[in-house]
């Protein structure tokens, strides 16, 4: 399997792409979070393509595909590798997006992201806290520590699932993959600033 193909438990510079990033309000204290995360925010939400330009290009609902889902980046001017199972890739300075289907039918559109960067196996608790509070406080996509890679260091994965089997308009599904893009971005940039862990 290719290592863009990750599943979680798999080990893994392209252009960067700046996206806009919001600050948490959990206090530190040497360097370890303490107290209740802030409720989620409205700021903490992605930032979707005008709302104006999804009503224009809704179109008629059908089957997501991989197909689909290239032509969709490519409106989004996400620049992407395929693998040899048709999988799509694409490649930030800090971090990698797989885009694919998985499930039975392949019903379920996939946004996984990873952080080139590891984390040490001695810093595992606070992998979990950091990727705990995220959770507590974003949306849209769940983090979680992944199983060690060869040489034992903890990668850390994003991922947001959408169950598409009733299929999916153009507008959601461009809308879908902007999202994902956006908060993996805002995930990793928050790992390595406000969620000192990176």
């Known amino acids: 399997m290719p290592w863009w193909s990750w599943r979680p438990g798999h080990t893994g510079g392209g252009e960067p792409e700046t996206r806009s990033r919001s600050s948490s309000?959990?206090?530190?204290?040497?360097?370890?979070?303490?107290?209740?995360?802030?409720?989620?925010?409205?700021?903490?939400?992605?930032?979707?393509?005008?709302?104006?330009?999804?009503?224009?290009?809704?179109?008629?609902?059908?089957p997501v595909t991989l197909n689909r889902v290239g032509n969709a980046?490519?409106?989004?001017?996400?620049?992407?590798?395929a693998d040899g199972d048709g999988n799509?890739?694409?490649?930030?300075?800090r971090h990698a997006v797989l885009f694919t289907l998985e499930g039975p039918e392949d019903e379920i559109l996939v946004v996984r992201a990873r952080p080139h960067a590891t984390v040490p196996p001695d810093w595992a608790d606070r992998?979990?806290?950091?990727v705990n509070e995220w959770n507590h406080t974003r949306r849209f996509c769940k983090a979680y520590v992944g199983d060690p890679t060869e040489r034992g260091q903890l990668p850390i994965y994003a991922e947001l699932q959408v169950p598409l089997n009733a299929g999916a308009h153009d507008a959601l599904l461009v809308e879908i993959l902007d999202?994902?893009?956006?908060?993996?971005?805002?995930?990793?940039?928050?790992?390595?600033?406000?969620?000192?862990l990176l």
């Open 73 to 81: 980046l490519d409106l989004l001017d996400v620049r992407y590798l």
């Open 179 to 196: 999202c994902g893009a956006a908060v993996a971005t805002t995930f990793v940039d928050w790992l390595h600033d406000e969620g000192a």
């Open 88 to 93: 799509l890739l694409a490649m930030w300075e």
């Open 127 to 130: 992998a979990y806290r950091v």
């Open 25 to 62: 309000a959990v206090t530190t204290e040497d360097s370890v979070r303490v107290g209740t995360p802030a409720p989620r925010e409205p700021e903490h939400d992605c930032l979707a393509t005008a709302r104006s330009t999804m009503k224009e290009m809704a179109g008629e609902v059908a």
